[in-house]
């Protein structure tokens, strides 16, 4: 342990320790770091028919454990599609093609916070 983490230990207000990234959860605790359902549920009914439509990837970033729980500070939703580009492409050994595919991921910069069952937008420049 570092002297920073000595005298500055990652714990929260109400005495939890909280992790950073979800795969440091992961290593130090053993337990799989899943996004509850509830929370789940919360950003279905945030987003609606679009959730059904293309899923997002769900993604802890900030978390604590409460009641062998992983509880969620900061979930990143995200997309990934395919971004298909045209043109001529290829080389010598392949040949030719009129178009090319690449995965596009895509984040919102938008950040929304859940006090008292709602989402509310939390963004600096509000």
Do not use: C, H
């Amino acid at each position: 342990m570092t002297l920073v983490n000595q005298k500055f230990p990652q714990t929260l207000s109400n005495g939890k320790k909280y992790y950073t990234r979800w795969i440091y959860y992961e290593n130090q605790t053993g337990k799989e770091a899943k996004v509850p359902e509830f929370y789940i549920n919360k950003i279905k009914e945030f987003i609606g028919d679009d959730f059904s439509k293309q899923r997002p990837e769900l993604l802890m970033l900030y978390l604590y454990e409460d009641k062998d729980m992983a509880i969620p500070v900061t979930v990143r939703v995200s997309y990934t599609y395919v971004k298909t580009s045209y043109g001529l492409y290829g080389d010598e050994g392949r040949g030719f093609k009129l178009s090319k595919q690449n995965f596009v991921t895509r984040t919102s910069k938008d950040r929304f916070i859940l006090t008292n069952n709602k989402f509310i937008k939390a963004n600096k420049d509000k």
